[in-house]
Nanobody
Framework: VQLQASGGGLVQPGESLRLSCVASVSRVSMAWYRQAPGKQRDVVALITSIGSTWYKDSVKGRFTISRDNNKKMLYLQMSSLKPDDTAVYYC????????WGQGTQVTVSS
């Protein structure tokens, strides 16, 4: 499984970012995970192979997960970003494989 996340950056509170992930699988549940400094990695949003979604309470209404099965791409649209969203974001299957691939740094700071 090839996993490569991109699209992170440094933004101010309230701004938006869109993360993308090249995933070489298309018929499994996929998720975005994040790991903040000094904290465990946890799941942020999940999408099943048929498009059902789940979100961590703290991002509900602000983040939207989507996928393009034909292109084998996973996306995370993040709006109204907060400093607490600062973390390295990863894409992986759900449950996750051991191959975490390359994450992308998101920093929210004024």
């Amino acid at each position: 499984v090839q996993l490569q996340a991109s699209g992170g950056g440094l933004v101010q509170p309230g701004e938006s970012l869109r993360l993308s992930c090249v995933a070489s699988v298309s018929r499994v549940s996929m998720a975005w995970y994040r790991q903040a400094p000094g904290k465990q990695r946890d799941v942020v949003a999940l999408i099943t192979s048929i498009g059902s979604t789940w979100y961590k309470d703290s991002v509900k209404g602000r983040f939207t997960i989507s996928r393009d099965n034909n292109k084998k791409m996973l996306y995370l649209q993040m709006s109204s970003l907060k400093p607490d969203d600062t973390a390295v974001y990863y894409c992986n299957s759900a449950p996750p494989s051991q191959n975490w691939g390359q994450g992308t740094q998101v920093t929210v700071s004024s």
